[in-house]
């Protein structure tokens, strides 16, 4: 099987995805305290996305052998003795990428003048989540105090099963950096308890400063192609897929200091959000609203070319045309 695309480009660039939801008045939200948005800061490189994993068939001692490049004595990690079959698992992460993802995280809560939560699992894994906490927690101390004092808001280092307890209890209005596996699962949550998967923003942004990449939060939509093919109308919701082009054109416009760019970008964002907000949208956010099994094509929802030619008109009118 293929690695993931999105996967392998997060890889290569590193950097981390920041994730928040688009949010429609009239989308109602599964987590009515949620009154502020929630940005996830999902770590982009390593653990899980870098893993080799395996299978073995019969009994046997699993080890994790490190090589020092020096040529010094090697160590050596006996993981487990199977005694039938079963499965492994070797995963890593470097302390550039941990700080490049710090620094983003803090400069991100710094922008929004939010305060940042980083969760982890170290009280199990001592060793890996801590090496996190503490890089987080130095890079906090040298570098970003000051200013998180001047703007009256904190960093803190949470525990993964406490900080999901807190999300929910939450009214929003915070950064929460999460290691890359987290933020994967995490983000679905918080994007389905905002109302819907098909309202989130997504993008990388390297260490750089300069280079990101967005992209769409959600997965594809097979079912949808497959009836596209078959000829079918169907109504499918672009707004996530939008938003990652202009997002991106937003990016370019800001290297390029093109100011018509970005304001072309930003009306088309609020476009699509007074769309939905007066009525017209597809099938999944109508089945927020009036629940998917009593939606009426035409009368609740449209489908995705009508959709698209709505927010062309209306985009038309924003930008005087």
Known sequence: MWKS???????????????????????????????????????AFGDQYRATDFVVEQPGKFTLVFSPADGSKQ????????SAGGCGMGMYNTDESISGFAHSCFQYAIQKKWPLYMSTKNTILKAYDGRFKDIFQDIFEKTYKPEFDRL???????????MVAQVLKSSGGFVWACKNYDGDVQ????????????????VLVCPD??????EAAHGT????????????????NPIASIFAWTRGLEHRGKLDG???????????EGVCVE???????????????????????????????????AIKTNLDKALGK
């Open 5 to 43: 695309p999105n996967g392998t480009i997060r890889n290569i660039l590193g950097g981390t995805v920041f994730r928040e939801p688009i949010l429609c008045k009239n989308i109602p939200r599964l987590v009515p305290g949620w009154t502020q948005p929630i940005t996830i800061g999902r770590h």
């Open 75 to 82: 160590k050596e990690w006996e993981v487990y003795d199977f």
């Open 152 to 162: 009256k808001i904190w960093y803190e280092h949470r525990l993964i099963d406490d």
């Open 187 to 202: 983000s679905d949550i918080l994007a389905q308890g905002f109302g819907s998967l098909g309202l989130m923003t997504s």
């Open 209 to 214: 400063g300069k280079t990101i990449e967005a």
């Open 221 to 236: 939509v097979t079912r949808h192609y497959r009836e596209h093919q078959r000829g079918n109308p169907t109504s499918t």
């Open 258 to 268: 093109n100011p018509d760019l970005i304001k072309f970008s930003q009306t088309l």
């Open 275 to 309: 769309t939905v907000e007066h009525g017209v949208m597809t099938k999944d956010l109508a089945g927020c609203i009036h629940g998917l099994s009593r939606c009426k094509l035409n009368e609740h929802y449209v489908n995705t070319s009508d959709f698209l030619d």
